[in-house]
Nanobody, 120 residues
Framework: QVQLVESGGGLVQPGGSLRLSCTAS????????MGWYRQAPGKQRELVAR???????NYADSVKGRFAISRDGARNAVYLQMNALKPEDTAVYYC??????????????WGQGTQVTVSS
C-alpha cells in the first residue's frame, strides 16, 4: 500500500504565492509519475501539472508561466510552486502518483487533498 501526504495549502491574496508538498511512502518499488490535480466547487477534477519519469513537466494552459512542478526522487516527493495566484486557482489540490509497488504491481494513488483559497 502507498500513502501520499500533502501539505502547504492555505489562504492567500491574489498575486501571492504558495508551495505545495507531497511525499509518498509505503511499499514503493518505483514512482513512474507524480503530479497535481485540482477540483473547484461544482467542477470536475483537472490536471494542473505532472512529471512522467524523468521527462519534461506538463502543465495546464491556465497555469503555464505561473506554476512550477518539481520532484525529489530520493524523498519520493513532488512540489508545486504557485506564483501570481488568481481567485480562479481556488480549489482542493490533490497529489497523484503512479507507483510500482513491491511485489510488482502498478497502481494509481491519491492524496487526501489540500485546500487553496485565493481571496482578498
Amino acid at each position: 500500500q502507498v500513502q501520499l501526504v500533502e501539505s502547504g495549502g492555505g489562504l492567500v491574496q491574489p498575486g501571492g504565492s504558495l508551495r505545495l508538498s507531497c511525499t509518498a511512502s509505503g511499499s514503493i518499488r518505483s514512482i513512474d509519475a507524480m503530479g497535481w490535480y485540482r477540483q473547484a466547487p461544482g467542477k470536475q477534477r483537472e490536471l494542473v501539472a505532472r512529471i512522467i519519469g524523468s521527462g519534461s513537466p506538463n502543465y495546464a494552459d491556465s497555469v503555464k508561466g505561473r506554476f512550477a512542478i518539481s520532484r525529489d526522487g530520493a524523498r519520493n516527493a513532488v512540489y508545486l510552486q504557485m506564483n501570481a495566484l488568481k481567485p480562479e486557482d481556488t480549489a482542493v489540490y490533490y497529489c497523484n502518483a503512479l507507483v510500482t509497488t513491491t511485489p510488482s504491481r502498478l497502481g494509481d494513488y491519491w492524496g487526501q487533498g489540500t485546500q487553496v483559497t485565493v481571496s482578498s
